[in-house]
T-cell receptor, first 114, second 109 residues
């Protein structure tokens, strides 16, 4: 089944404790992206990757890092999480950054930083 | 400044009637417009899209209309069903996809 898999689905952590949210896709997509969803703010892009070893900042990159060492994986790293990073995170992938075919999203990771 | 705006946070529609979700945009360079549907505890799923060179695209119960002069698009769902209750995101694409804030649709029995 074609899908984007995120782990974990739920995570509660403490301020300052480094964490990684994994994302993997099995569709051979070149483009991958991370979004966060917050009430009243919709989906905001954190980082994206056009291909292996190519990453770039989205609209809200502060406090996050990403890497793209393999085509299928695009982990999101929070080196020192803070409470304002409490949010619902989605990974997405597509053949292209552009166009009308849309992105395939993972099921989401709900992160709480206390 | 928001390039893609969904001005109605929520909408309630009777089952069997037409649901109309609206979206406005500011960038005339957008080449595709998309609608996503999101259930609680799930990721958004792609619903339907329309190219900027068209004014209508239909897929079953879902039709998207594009009015470029007004920079406005709408999603029509006919007839509305209980399973359509979800949050709907409008999105637009130029060199990336930009999402609106979403509209929560409630289908009333």
């Amino acid at each position: 089944e074609a899908q984007v898999t995120q782990n974990p689905r739920y995570l509660i952590t403490v301020t300052g404790k480094k964490l990684t949210v994994t994302c993997s896709q099995n569709m051979n997509h070149e483009y991958m992206s991370w979004y966060r969803q917050d009430p009243g703010l919709g989906l905001r892009q954190i980082y994206y990757s056009m291909n292996v070893e190519v990453t770039d900042k989205g609209d809200v990159p502060e406090g996050y890092k990403v890497s793209r060492k393999e085509k299928r994986n695009f982990p999101l790293i929070l080196e020192s999480p803070s409470p304002n990073q409490t949010s619902l995170y989605f990974c997405a992938s597509s053949f292209s950054r552009l166009g009308g075919n849309g992105y395939t999203f993972g099921s989401g990771t709900r992160l709480t930083v206390v | 400044d928001q390039q893609v705006k969904q001005n109605s946070p929520s909408l309630s529609v009777q089952e069997g009637r037409i649901s109309i979700l609206n979206c406005d945009y500011t960038n005339s360079m957008f080449d595709y417009f998309l609608w996503y549907k999101k259930y609680p505890a799930e990721g958004p799923t792609f619903l339907i899209s329309i190219s900027s060179i068209k004014d209508k695209n239909e897929d079953g119960r879902f039709t998207v209309f594009l009015n470029k002069s007004a920079k406005h698009l709408s999603l029509h769902i006919v007839p509305s069903q209980p399973g359509d209750s979800a949050v709907y995101f409008c999105a637009a694409s130029d060199d990336k996809i930009i999402f609106g804030k979403g509209t929560r649709l409630h289908i009333l029995p």
